[in-house]
């Protein structure tokens, strides 16, 4: 059972346009805490579609080389979508600091995913805190979990 996150591994983190800026400033508070942060895009404010972004930070973390994945678009729902298209991973689209902690607590949710249009940037960085920062608390979550 996974109870927190493996800091010998990097964080993968992505985002559209619309969370460009987002993903940049959870980025570098991160990197400033120790972290080392695999950014697979986007890189500017250009338009773009977020699943070329959504894809390859759940590849990473499918694959074991990332401990967990943080991603932002405009809503959060299209990259929490598409990174739940992949086996082994657990993406949860949180808006409130109880959220994202509830997301580990009791889905061992290994994906992170924010909407930049709706909630603070002081809260989306708290969000992020809040994931890494939570362990799996199994028990009776872990038979469900084990249904997914």
């Known amino acids: 059972m996974q109870t927190t996150f493996n ?14 800026e987002y993903k940049e400033a959870i ?17 500017s404010l250009d338009s773009t579609d977020y699943p070329d972004y959504a894809h390859p930070v759940a590849t990473m973390v499918e694959d074991g080389k990332a401990a967990a994945g943080i991603l932002v678009c405009g809503s959060g729902n299209g990259v929490c979508m598409t990174a739940n298209k992949h086996a082994g991973i657990r993406a949860a689209l949180c808006w409130t600091d109880e959220l994202a902690a509830l997301a580990r607590q009791h889905n061992n949710a290994n994906v992170i995913c924010l909407p930049s249009r709706f909630v603070s940037l002081e809260l989306a ?19 469900r979990v084990e249904k997914m």
């Open 125 to 143: 960085q708290q969000m992020a805190n809040t994931f890494l920062a939570t362990a799996f608390e199994g028990g009776r979550h872990q038979k």
């Open 7 to 20: 800091h010998a591994l990097p964080l993968a983190i992505g985002s559209d346009h619309a969370g460009f």
């Open 27 to 43: 980025k570098t508070a991160l990197i400033a805490a120790g972290w080392q942060v695999e950014d697979k895009g986007t890189y």
